[in-house]
C-alpha cells in the first residue's frame, strides 16, 4: 500500500466495552509506534515495536491497554473496559530502520477517533 | 527528559504574508527536530527535519526552519502563504538515539484570503 491505514477510523463505544484499533504500516517497515492525541494536544507516545517485539510501551497509561504485533507487520491496540478518558485519536506511525536510527522518517496513518460515551 | 512548547495555538495571516510558527524546545542531549503538518482528516506528514550538520533547514511546500541551539528555538518559516497551508503544524524532538518523538501541543494555521 501507498501508506499508513488505521480501521475503523471512527469508534463509538460504551464506557466498558472493550475495543480494538487496528493498523496496516508500510510494507517493509520495521519499526512502529501508537500515539494518542487526546483534544487540542499533540500526539503522545503509547508504545513501540520492533518487528513483532513490544520494545518499549512506558506510555501505555494503563493495564487496560494492550497491544500486539504477532508477525511483524499489522499491529493492534487494545483498550478494555473503555472509560470517558480514553477518548481520544489514536495515532499509529511506521518507520523503515529500528528506532535507534533517531532520524528515521515516521509516516503517519490517518488515525482511528475512538469516542467512548 | 524533552519537551516542546508551541507559542500560540491560533495564527491567521493574510494570503502572501509571512507564515511564522514558533517552537521551543528543552532536551537533555543534542536534539533532532521535526516540523509535522495535519491536514483535515489526514495523518501528520513530515515538513522537515533537523538532525546535524547545516542549521537552516529547507522543507516541502516551501517552508524552512532554522535551529538555534542558542535560543533552544526551531522556528518555521514561509515567506508567503498560501490558502493551501491552512492546516496544523507540529513541532517535535528526538534524541538519545531513539526515535521515540515527543510532540508540542500545535499551531492551527489560518490564511485569510
Known amino acids: ?117 | 527528559a524533552q519537551s516542546v512548547t508551541q507559542l500560540g495555538s491560533h495564527v491567521s495571516v493574510s494570503e502572501g504574508a509571512l507564515v511564522l510558527l514558533r517552537c521551543n524546545y528543552s532536551s537533555s542531549v543534542p536534539p533532532y527536530l521535526f516540523w509535522y503538518v495535519q491536514y483535515p482528516n489526514q495523518g501528520h506528514q513530515l515538513l522537515l527535519k533537523y538532525t546535524t550538520g547545516a542549521t537552516l533547514v529547507k522543507g516541502i511546500n516551501g517552508f524552512e526552519a532554522e535551529f538555534k541551539k542558542s535560543e533552544t528555538s526551531f522556528h518555521l518559516t514561509k515567506p508567503s502563504a498560501h490558502m493551501s497551508d491552512a492546516a496544523e503544524y507540529f513541532c517535535a524532538v528526538s534524541g538519545g538515539g531513539y526515535q521515540k518523538v515527543t510532540f508540542g501541543t500545535g499551531t492551527k494555521l489560518q490564511v485569510i484570503p
Open chain 1, 1 to 117: 500500500g501507498a501508506g499508513v491505514s488505521q480501521s475503523p477510523r471512527y469508534k463509538v463505544a460504551k464506557r466498558g466495552q472493550d475495543v480494538a484499533l487496528r493498523c496496516d504500516p508500510i510494507s517493509g517497515h520495521v519499526s512502529l509506534f501508537w500515539y494518542q492525541q487526546a483534544l487540542g494536544q499533540g500526539p503522545e507516545f503509547l508504545t513501540y515495536f520492533q518487528n513483532e517485539a513490544q520494545l518499549d510501551k512506558s506510555g501505555l497509561p494503563s493495564d487496560r491497554f494492550f497491544a500486539e504485533r504477532p508477525e511483524g507487520s499489522v499491529s493492534t491496540l487494545k483498550i478494555q473496559r473503555t472509560q470517558q478518558e480514553d477518548s481520544a485519536v489514536y495515532l499509529c506511525a511506521s518507520s523503515l530502520s529500528k528506532a535507534s536510527a533517531p532520524t528515521d522518517t515516521q509516516y503517519f496513518g490517518p488515525g482511528t477517533r475512538l469516542t467512548v460515551l
